[in-house]
């Protein structure tokens, strides 16, 4: 799992209450992702890290955002959680040379009630 | 939207035989590749990669060949296992930076 540690793995949240996941890694590595995954849609970039304090928006960042203000970790925040964010959320990082090949953590289903 | 995609979301295959898993892509900047396998309640795990400057690459009982003419990506495994039985997605660098984008994966079956 390349050193990377999700939390918390299962959540269960009411429609308008703010979330955070958690992304840890013990690796030191530079670029950090979050990816959402649903049926039909393979994985989609929700937002990634290229360094401490240093991110950017992915094809569906609306109604996330992220900090990172240590480089072993790596937030995502739903500020007021939708139906429609109901999902399987996965972290993943890239290693130093191996750039574009990312290594995922084991995941966080988020069910939005 | 989604550039990646594959032609089976589902596959269905006897214990020894060879899978073949194709994927379809559209960005014909795209110049690296990826084959990622992922078993149920576990993150995806990488297989197999190749760069737009090769046609062929093999692993250990997987291949991955690119055909940048039509735009295809296949990922054949042999003597296919039980362990096998997984979602296999596959993906591409279509911007040139560390982002992949995705496709929607086909699951493969292994019968006994």
């Known amino acids: 799992d390349a050193g990377i540690t999700q939390s918390p793995r299962h959540k269960v949240t009411e429609t308008g209450t703010p979330v955070t996941l958690r992304c840890h890694q013990t690796?030191?590595?530079?670029?950090m992702y979050w990816y959402r995954q649903d049926p039909g849609h393979g994985l989609r970039l929700i937002h990634y890290?290229?360094?401490?304090?240093?991110?950017d928006k992915g094809e569906v960042s609306d109604g996330y955002s992220v900090s990172r203000s240590k480089t072993e970790d790596f937030l995502l925040t739903l500020e007021s959680a939708t139906s429609s964010q109901t999902s399987v959320y996965f972290c993943?990082?890239?290693?130093?040379?191996?750039?574009?090949?990312?290594?995922f953590g084991s995941g966080t289903q988020l069910s939005v009630l | 939207g989604e550039s990646v995609g594959l032609h089976l979301p589902t596959l269905s295959v006897q214990e020894g035989d060879n899978s073949i898993i194709n994927c379809a892509y559209s960005?014909?900047?795209?110049?690296?590749f990826i084959w990622y396998k992922q078993e149920s309640g576990k993150g995806p795990q990488f297989i197999i990669d190749?760069?737009?400057?090769?046609d062929k690459r093999q692993g250990q009982r997987v291949t991955v060949l690119l055909n940048k003419t039509v735009k295809h990506l296949s990922l054949q495994i042999a003597a296919t296992q039980p362990g096998d039985s997984a979602v296999y997605f596959c993906?591409?660098?279509?911007?040139?930076?560390?982002?992949?984008?995705f496709g929607a994966g086909t699951t493969v079956t292994v019968r006994a």
């Open positions: 993943a990082i890239s290693t130093e040379g191996e750039g574009e090949k990312l290594f």
């Open positions: 690796e030191n590595h530079r670029y």
């Open positions: 890290s290229y360094g401490v304090k240093d991110t």
């Open positions: 960005n014909s900047a795209s110049d690296y």
């Open positions: 190749i760069r737009s400057n090769m």
């Open positions: 993906a591409e660098n279509p911007t040139g930076d560390y982002k992949l984008s």
